[in-house]
């Protein structure tokens, strides 16, 4: 692959996930990014394609090459379960189409219905790394997971919804930014219960530590939601 920008290398690593390729390199033409940059980008975009990350893999990123304009890093991706359970498992849609399928798509308080279905459905907490299909179909997984199963169902109903990769207290977290309403807000369904909590960048920043520049900007104040409640 040969990626310009942030982006681009996104878009190549999601490409090499939907081709279940577990090997690839990418040309890229900066002198900035090392091997952690990388592998930090290709955990964004897998952490982001819930559909095909269905087990979540090991990084290990190499950089090959690099001169003044441009570096090749090469990626590879080591799964714990066989290909064959990988494919298999790429069938969650199904499970999303049946946990969506009481939602009406449209209303404002769709995303934050959305939110109660994946925690109902998701009824154990674990601290090794999952995937939405570890929390829609086997109903355990840790924050990643969550955070993962939550993209899926908003992907599902069109709603702008991103996985952010940080820490908690010093601790690994993932959790979302969705947009509600027409704003952006923080929310960690892990920290959750029958009542969400959505939040402002300034309202996170005493306990959370995220790249601010990876996310859309939630600047709107926060506020509490209940199920049945009319925002």
Not at 79 to 104: E, F, H, K, P
Request: glycine fraction near 6%.
């Amino acid at each position: 692959y040969s990626a310009q920008t942030q982006k681009s290398i996104l878009d190549c690593v999601v490409d090499a996930l939907d081709r279940q390729r577990t090997q690839f390199a990418i040309q890229i033409s900066t002198s900035t990014l090392e091997t952690d940059d990388v592998a930090a980008l290709v955990r964004s975009a897998c952490l982001n394609q819930p559909q095909l990350v269905v087990d979540f893999p090991a990084i290990d990123v190499t950089a090959y090459s690099g001169g003044s304009s441009q570096k090749i890093f090469g990626v590879t991706l080591r799964y714990g379960a066989s290909a064959s359970a990988v494919n298999d498992r790429r069938t969650l849609d199904g499970r999303v189409r049946t946990l969506t399928s009481t939602l009406t798509a449209g209303q404002q308080e769709t995303p934050l219905q959305a939110a109660l279905v994946v925690m109902r459905a998701c009824e154990q907490r674990i601290t090794t790394v999952s995937t939405a299909y570890d929390a829609l179909v086997s109903g355990t997984a840790d924050s990643c997971g969550l955070a993962m199963a939550y993209k899926a169902v908003c992907d599902a109903l069109n709603i702008p919804c991103q996985v952010v990769s940080g820490r908690f207290q010093g601790t690994e977290r993932c959790w979302n930014v969705v947009q509600v309403g027409g704003n952006y807000y923080h929310l960690d369904l892990s920290m959750q219960s029958e009542t969400l909590w959505l939040r402002s960048d300034e309202s996170m920043q005493s306990t959370y530590q995220w790249d601010a520049e990876s996310c859309p900007a939630c600047t709107t104040q926060s506020f509490i939601w209940r199920q049945g409640q009319k925002l």
